[in-house]
C-alpha cells in the first residue's frame, strides 16, 4: 500500500526567504506524486506531479520538487517566499493502477512580513 | 460556472438526520471523486465515478453512506442516520481524463456538522 508522511505540521517563514517542505513516501511500485495547495476557503489546487519523466519538477507559482528514490523524498521547495504562499500544503501519492490519491496529513505554511 | 461547485457549502444535522450533499463538476469531466476531510487531516477517499459508473466505493465508511451520479454529471452524497463521526468537510473533484493522471480540480467543499 501506498502512503506518504509530511514531516512539519507547520512551517513557519520569512517573507523574500526559501521554503521547504518535506515529504516522504512509501510505495511497493514506481508511485505518482503529487502537491496540492489549499489556500483558506478555496478549493485544494494541484501544484506539480511526478510521473517518472524527469526527477525535478517545476509547478506553478515558482514551486518544484524532487524526487529521490534512494531517500523515498519528495520535497517541495521555492526560492523565495512570498505572502500569498501561506497555505496548506499536502503531499500527496497515488499507486499504480489506483485511481484514488492518498493525502498526507498536511503542512500548514505561515509567511512572516 | 467554470469550477466545482458544491451545496450546500454549510450543514447542521441532528445526530440521525439524513443528509444529501450535492457536487456540480465541471462540464464534460468524465471522472468524479468524493474525498472526506476531518478537521486538522488531509482528504481521504470515498468513492470514484467514471460517467455514471461507480468503479470504486471501496472508501465508504459505511452501509450509511451512499453515493450517485445517475446521468454522469451531477453527483449526490448521501448519508443516512447521522453520526458525530462524520463531521467533517466533504470534498468533491472531478476530471477531464479518467481518473489516472491525478490532476484533480476540487470543488470547495460542504463542512458538515452532526450534533
Known amino acids: 500500500a501506498q502512503s506518504v508522511t509530511q514531516l512539519d505540521s507547520h512551517v513557519s517563514v520569512s517573507e523574500g526567504t526559501p521554503v521547504l517542505l518535506r515529504c516522504n513516501y512509501s510505495?511497493?511500485?514506481?508511485?505518482?506524486l503529487f502537491w496540492y495547495v489549499q489556500h483558506p476557503n478555496k478549493g485544494l489546487q494541484l501544484l506539480l506531479k511526478y510521473t517518472s519523466a524527469a526527477t525535478l519538477v517545476k509547478g506553478i507559482n515558482g514551486f518544484e520538487a524532487e524526487f529521490k528514490k534512494s531517500e523515498t523524498s519528495f520535497h517541495l521547495t521555492k526560492p523565495s517566499a512570498h505572502m500569498s504562499d501561506a497555505a496548506e500544503y499536502f503531499c500527496?501519492?497515488?499507486?499504480?493502477?489506483?485511481?484514488?490519491?492518498?493525502f498526507g496529513s498536511g503542512t500548514r505554511l505561515q509567511v512572516q512580513p | 460556472g467554470a469550477g466545482v461547485s458544491q451545496s450546500p457549502r454549510y450543514k447542521v444535522a441532528k445526530r440521525g438526520q439524513d443528509v444529501a450533499l450535492r457536487c456540480d463538476p465541471i462540464s464534460g469531466h468524465v471522472s468524479l471523486f468524493w474525498y472526506q476531510q476531518a478537521l486538522g487531516q488531509g482528504p481521504e477517499f470515498l468513492t470514484y465515478?467514471?460517467?455514471?459508473?461507480?468503479?470504486?466505493k471501496s472508501g465508504l465508511p459505511s452501509d450509511r453512506f451512499f453515493a450517485e451520479r445517475p446521468e454522469g454529471s451531477v453527483s449526490t452524497l448521501k448519508i443516512q442516520r447521522t453520526q458525530q463521526e462524520d463531521s467533517a468537510v466533504y470534498l468533491c473533484?472531478?476530471?477531464?481524463?479518467?481518473?489516472?493522471?491525478?490532476?484533480?480540480?476540487f470543488g470547495e467543499g460542504s463542512r458538515l456538522t452532526v450534533l
Open positions: 473533484a472531478s476530471s477531464r481524463d479518467r481518473g489516472n493522471t491525478g490532476e484533480l480540480f
Open positions: 510505495s511497493s511500485y514506481s508511485p505518482s
Open positions: 500527496v501519492v497515488r499507486g499504480t493502477g489506483r485511481r484514488a490519491l492518498t
Open positions: 465515478f467514471q460517467n455514471e459508473a461507480q468503479l470504486d
